[in-house]
């Protein structure tokens, strides 16, 4: 099935990508946000990808509603057979195809007390555009919630595979740096340090570092906006075998093989990342951390 909308997510939706969005939770991803929420209370989750953190907000406004909207039929179609998946299935979430960008023509103004996003701005060329027209659809006191990844991860044992992989991992999301400077006029081999985050980012970086200057850049008060981070780490050996699997997975079966030698790595480079998360896995020190901002926004 092919995606409804014109879509700036590169990754695409294939169960080998998937499989690791299905476990994040809202007890997980949108903890910060659990303090805030209330019985009666309307959220819409933008970019709900296959929709457990949606259908895991359903308890706690069991007087209230959720709604996921995302790009494509085809994930939307994993968010209902997730939610259907449930026993008993939550009878306040609902997921529709809807475009942040070009517009959540669906909802009215001020329709939802709280609207949330997890990894969702990082993959939006515009994001203070996405921004603003999510504050468009919160209610006047309401919350705007943005929980998103810190580049690059951090990880252990220092694996070439690794460096390699969030070169052209970098690339395949986000393109090649768009600034002027030195280190990105050059072959990418030649601007790898500012992926990896030892210089001075590209001017199209999209980090989560950035999402409360780009929430203000949409309207909302300095003064409202609450910063804060997590870390979500990844190091027991079923944790390692899952992850390891999922990122084989996406080069092997998900077609990120072909993406990365579209975009200039080699094969023995592939093939290189393919043995470093395998490798990583089966290291009894083996450890991966993402870094996440964690905004709310007070409409």
Known sequence: MTSSQPSSYKQGYHHAVTANHKIRTAELDGAFLLPYLKPHFHILDVGCGPGSITTSFAKYVLEGSVIGVDLSDEIIDQAKEHLNSHDPRPSNVKFEVGNVVEGLQQFQDGTFDVVFCNQTLLHIPEPVKALKEMRRVCKKGGLVACREGIWPFR?????????????????????????????????????????LGSGPYPSNHRSGSYVHVWARQAGFDPAKIKKGAGVHTLATPEERKFLAGVMVGRIEQAGH?????????TKEEVDEMVRAWREWEEDVDGWVANVNSEVVCWN
């Open 257 to 265: 093989r072909e993406k990365f030698l579209d975009l200039g790595a």
């Open 155 to 195: 990880y252990y044992p220092e694996l070439p595979g690794f460096a390699v992989f969030l070169k052209f991992f970098w690339l395949f999301i986000h393109g090649p740096p768009t600034n002027s400077s030195p280190s990105s006029s050059s072959a990418p081999a030649a601007w790898s340090d500012t992926i």
